[in-house]
Structures are given as structure tokens and as C-alpha cells.
């Protein structure tokens, strides 16, 4: 039970006092308000009694009336300035216990100035104060009951009914208009700038695990011995006579019995080592080792995926190598493709020839929420389906009227792909022909050259950027691993919204009912949590929910209600 003393002088302010109590205890009913008045019995050591009261009240109010501090005693001498005065002693021992005090002026009292106070008592001076009106005097006591109050805003029950009453039309319109804005796309740059930072938390807090199915087998530009490969002209196109080198490493990578062997390159000039290349794709091919190439336009003549034609008819797989970005600038690159959608057919994306080899999509379509595979576990989930209406330079078969199959993977750090067990060089891979090797037996390899024009950012890389193909492999992870990262659907960011706008306007209602700005802290923690939660969700859950707008509901909703609020107190009084 909470418990408040009264501090007052009996030649100052008996009668307001005795009147403030009872007004109070209609109230409070459930606090326990000491009136040393009434409950000393005779014969009582009333210094103790006062002494046990006092230490144990959270709250002491000192009553102030127009006499208060210019009393008396017989010699002339103001009664505050006695060590001995009870009223001093009392405020002295509260403020010494550090209790919470509230001066209280009644009957047109004021609060002293701190030089008029001893040095004891002059913090009471600079303390908020409640003063009790003639006129405004049941509104004043209502507002005095609601500072005291420490457990619920039902301590008044006509504020806690028009709060109630307003928090049901409160929460509904702030959750709509916050939806509608959020689906005008006004803030799309903040959420955008939030799905980072969520990325970045999520993913670089906590490790990703990799696959042990999946290798990276990477091409360094470096010029060959007795080749004319240029390494700085090779920074945009790779000369052909590496295709010589893919072919001797596939070569070994299908002797040491690898599962699937994805290119992250796209050759589409002919050359003239382009045969030896189809023959080690048709050796692949015919000892059941699925293989890839990427692609990123279509033959204007054929409307088929462009490559070097000996490649094309040796066998492998082609796959999209697109990948896409979330937009704003910056180091948003966040999304690897399942599929793009070309008229009436689908054409896979590379990571997923990686996790299942060659694979066909009937059926798939803009309008479809997962992707059926031969083979997979379960259907994949699309994170998201972006249609075009224009022509991207970077990648050409993404044309207007095209649809981009995307899904978002989890980030792995540079170093974590980086790893000698996780990454190797192609040298030194066909240098181990006829060792004996078999650390590629049953993986998915994914071979990637380290050119200047397939560096990216990620949400995860502040210092330093990464290569495409290092992308590409946390694409094919995700797939490996069955850990793709979902938006939350509107309905889930419905929910959300409203949801944190009705717990905010409970956690108004059933806060303490003293000032609301020792508690501006509270919507902000629930902001703060919101993004925290996002966070969690992401990593833990693989869904990216955005906590911009739940957040904006919870301060939104908790400012109105205290504007209605402060305007309710107003008007009562």
C-alpha cells in the first residue's frame, strides 16, 4: 500500500490540511495518508511514531499555507530557524531519506525563496509544487491524487473512462493513416535505410553458418605464363584464353567427383578455345556432373540465352547472374535471383542451378509466391517479384516487361567465404591434377574470377566491398541451407502496426499517473525494442520486418494520448 505524510503547521494550516486528506481518500482509497492530527495516541512517543512514518513514506507532502514560514516563537524568532522546529526536523529527515516531496500550497500560500529556507530545507525551493484553489479546488485535488498515484491512471476513474474511450478511435486512425503512408512509398528511402541496418546487425552479429556441400573456386587476373591475357583489360572482359584454364579445371573437378559445377562468368564471344571448353563440359555432362554458365542478355537473332555456341551446345546449364539492389544508393545490393520470367517462359538463376542442378520452371509466374522445384525439400519462397518497364544497361536481358524472381540471402562475412577450406584458386586446383585430391567429391562448386567490374556493396560490407561471385555463393547457401530471408506481407504489417499502437495505448493507461514526461522514455524504449525485434526476426526467424512504422505508431499514439490528456486535465480544471 502506498504511503504518504503530511507535513503541516497547526497555526498555519490545520483546517486545509485535515480537509486535504479526506478529499484525497476519496481518491486513494487504497493509500495510506498519515495525519499525525489523528493517529497519536496519548502517552506515545510522538517523535518516533512521526520518525517511522516518514521513512516509511514514499511520498511527503508539505502543506504551505500564507503563515507557514513567517510563525513565530515567544522571543521573536521565526520558528524555521529552530533545529527543534518539528516541521523543520520533519522536512529535514525526508529530505536527508531523499523521499520524494511535493509542496503543497493552500489558502494562497507561496513557495519560499531559497534564501529565506535553511540550508537543510532550500532544495524544497527548487521543487515542482501543487497549489489547492478556492475555486479550482476539487480539480486540484484530482490533480494532486493523480501525482500521488503510482499505480494506475484508474486512481481517476472519469480520466481512466475518457482515455479508454479515446484510445479505441486513437489506435484505429493512427494504424491507418501510418499504413497508407507506408504504402505511398513517402519513407520509402527510411525503410530502405532500417532493412540495412537490420542486414548488417543481423549478419554480422551472429555468424553464418556454410554449407560444407559448397567451394568457391576463384580466378585471381594474374597473366599466365607464356598467355597474352592482359590483366587490366581483363578487369572488364576475361580473355579467352581462360577458358582454357575452366576447361582444364572442370577437368579435375569432376575427377575428384564434384556434384555441380556453376561458371559465374558470361563468355559470349567466340573464340577459338571455346571446343576445348564444350569437350569438358560434354565429359561432365556424360559422368553426371551437372555444370552451369551465367547469362545477362539474350541473342537478338536466336532469343536464346547468349553464349559462345560450342559451349551452348555441349550441354550446361545457363543461369541468370543478375542481382538486385534495394534501391536509395549505397551499399544496398541485398537481393540474388531465383528466376527471370521472359514472356511466357522461365529462365533459372545461377544459385539455383548451383543447389539443384539443371532444373525447368513451368508454371512460375509473376503473380507466384514460391518456386516448385524437381527434387527440393520443400517449395522455395520468393522474397519479392520485380517487373520492369525499362531497359538496364548492366544487365540486358532485363528488359521492359520482364520479371525478376528474387530472394533475399543471409550475408556471410568476406573473411567466413575467404576461408582455405571454403575458397580456393583455380591454379592451384589444376595444379593438383594427379594427386590424388578429392576435396571437391559430392560439392557444389562455384568458380568466380576476381574482376574489377564484379565488385559490389552489400548491406554488410561498411569497409570494403566484396565480389559478385561471393554474392552469388551466399545465394547458393541460402538454397543449400533452406535459409531465405521473407519480407513481411502487408497483412503481417498491418498487424504489426496495430498491434504496437493498442500496446502503447495500454501501457498510457496502466502507467503511473504522475507527470508523463518522466515517462517520455517508455514509447521510446518500445521503439527502440521494435528495432531490436526486427533484428532477431531477421536473423532467427528469416523474416525482414520492417520496424519503422510500428515504432512511428507507438510514439504517435502515445503523443495523442497525452495531448487528449493534458487537454482533459485543462478542461477539468
Same mark, same amino acid.
Given at each position: 500500500m502506498p504511503s504518504v505524510f503530511i507535513s503541516y503547521r497547526h497555526d498555519d494550516s490545520f483546517s486545509s490540511a485535515k480537509l486535504l486528506v479526506e478529499h484525497l481518500k476519496r481518491w486513494l482509497p487504497d493509500f495510506d495518508l498519515f495525519l499525525d492530527e489523528s493517529e497519536i495516541e496519548g502517552g506515545e512517543d510522538w517523535r518516533a511514531i512521526l520518525a517511522t512514518h516518514i521513512d516509511r513514506a514514499q511520498v511527503v507532502l508539505v502543506v504551505i499555507g500564507t503563515r507557514w514560514m513567517a510563525i513565530e516563537q515567544p522571543g521573536g524568532h521565526r520558528r524555521l530557524d529552530d533545529p527543534d522546529d518539528v516541521v523543520r526536523w520533519e522536512i529535514a529527515r525526508a529530505v536527508a531519506a531523499r523521499k520524494r516531496i511535493i509542496p503543497v500550497l493552500v489558502d494562497g500560500g507561496r513557495l519560499p525563496a531559497e534564501a529565506d529556507l535553511p540550508s537543510a530545507l532550500q532544495s524544497l525551493a527548487r521543487l515542482q509544487y501543487c497549489e489547492i484553489g478556492r475555486r479550482t479546488f476539487e480539480g486540484d485535488i484530482q490533480g494532486l491524487a493523480r501525482t500521488l498515484s503510482a499505480e494506475s491512471a484508474a486512481a481517476d476513474p472519469a480520466r481512466f473512462i475518457f482515455l479508454v474511450k479515446r484510445s479505441l478511435v486513437v489506435v484505429p486512425v493512427v494504424s491507418a493513416v501510418l499504413c497508407a503512408v507506408a504504402w505511398s512509398n513517402l519513407f520509402a528511402k527510411v525503410e530502405i535505410w532500417f532493412a540495412n541496418r537490420i542486414t548488417w546487425l543481423g549478419d554480422g552479429l551472429f555468424d553464418i553458418p556454410l554449407s560444407d556441400q559448397l567451394r568457391i573456386v576463384s580466378l585471381p587476373l594474374e597473366p599466365r605464363d607464356g598467355s597474352g591475357s592482359d590483366p587490366s583489360r581483363e578487369a572488364v572482359r576475361l580473355d579467352p584464353s581462360r577458358r582454357a584454364d575452366f576447361a582444364a579445371l572442370l577437368d579435375e573437378l569432376v575427377r575428384q567427383g564434384a556434384?555441380?559445377? !556453376?561458371?559465374?562468368?558470361? &563468355?559470349?564471344?567466340? $573464340?577459338?578455345?571455346?571446343?576445348? &571448353?564444350?569437350?569438358?563440359?560434354? *565429359?561432365?555432362?556424360? %559422368?553426371?556432373?551437372? !555444370?552451369? +554458365?551465367?547469362?545477362?542478355?539474350?541473342?537478338? /537473332? @536466336?532469343?536464346?540465352?547468349?553464349?559462345?555456341?560450342?559451349?551452348?551446345?555441349?550441354?550446361?546449364?545457363?543461369?541468370? !547472374?543478375?542481382? *538486385?539492389?534495394? *534501391?536509395?544508393?549505397?551499399?544496398?545490393?541485398? +537481393?540474388? @535471383?531465383? /528466376? &527471370?520470367?521472359?514472356?511466357? %517462359?522461365?529462365?533459372?538463376? &545461377?544459385?539455383?542451378?548451383?543447389?539443384?542442378? $539443371?532444373?525447368?520452371?513451368?508454371?512460375? @509466374? /509473376?503473380? $507466384? $509466391?514460391e518456386v516448385q522445384v524437381p527434387g527440393a525439400r520443400a517449395p522455395i519462397p520468393i522474397s519479392l517479384t520485380e517487373t520492369f518497364d525499362e531497359y538496364a544497361p548492366l544487365c540486358p536481358a532485363r528488359a521492359a516487361g520482364t520479371s525478376m524472381v528474387r530472394f533475399i540471402p543471409h550475408l556471410s562475412s568476406r573473411e567466413a567465404l575467404r576461408q582455405p577450406t571454403v575458397r580456393h584458386s583455380l591454379m592451384d586446383v589444376v595444379r593438383s591434377a594427379g594427386r590424388g585430391d578429392a576435396v571437391f567429391r559430392a560439392k557444389t562448386v562455384l568458380v568466380g574470377a576476381e574482376q574489377a567490374r564484379d565488385i559490389l556493396d552489400t548491406p554488410l560490407d561498411l569497409a570494403g566491398s566484396r565480389y559478385g561471385f561471393e554474392f552469388q555463393a551466399d545465394a547458393v547457401n541460402a538454397l543449400l541451407t533452406g535459409r531465405i530471408v521473407t519480407p513481411v506481407k502487408r497483412t503481417g504489417q498491418v498487424i504489426s502496426v496495430v498491434g504496437v499502437a493498442a500496446f502503447a495505448a495500454l501501457l498510457y493507461l496502466s502507467g503511473p499517473g504522475r507527470s508523463r514526461r518522466r515517462l517520455a522514455w517508455v514509447p521510446w524504449c518500445v521503439a527502440v525494442l521494435s528495432f531490436v525485434l526486427a533484428v532477431l526476426a531477421y536473423r532467427f526467424l528469416d523474416s525482414l520486418w520492417s520496424p519503422v512504422f510500428p515504432a512511428a505508431a507507438c510514439l504517435v499514439t502515445w503523443a495523442v494520448l497525452g495531448f487528449l490528456d493534458r487537454r482533459w486535465t485543462h478542461d477539468e480544471r
Open positions: 556434384r555441380v559445377v !556453376v561458371f559465374d562468368v558470361t &563468355l559470349t564471344q567466340e $573464340s577459338s578455345f571455346d571446343d576445348r &571448353l564444350a569437350e569438358s563440359v560434354k *565429359g561432365a555432362v556424360a %559422368r553426371g556432373v551437372q !555444370v552451369g +554458365f551465367g547469362f545477362k542478355a539474350f541473342d537478338a /537473332a @536466336t532469343n536464346q540465352p547468349r553464349i559462345a555456341s560450342a559451349i551452348a551446345r555441349a550441354g550446361a546449364a545457363l543461369g541468370v !547472374v543478375c542481382v *538486385g539492389d534495394r *534501391g536509395g544508393g549505397g551499399r544496398n545490393v541485398a +537481393f540474388a @535471383t531465383l /528466376a &527471370l520470367i521472359r514472356g511466357e %517462359r522461365a529462365y533459372p538463376g &545461377l544459385p539455383l542451378i548451383a543447389a539443384y542442378g $539443371s532444373v525447368q520452371l513451368p508454371g512460375l @509466374t /509473376a503473380a $507466384s $509466391s
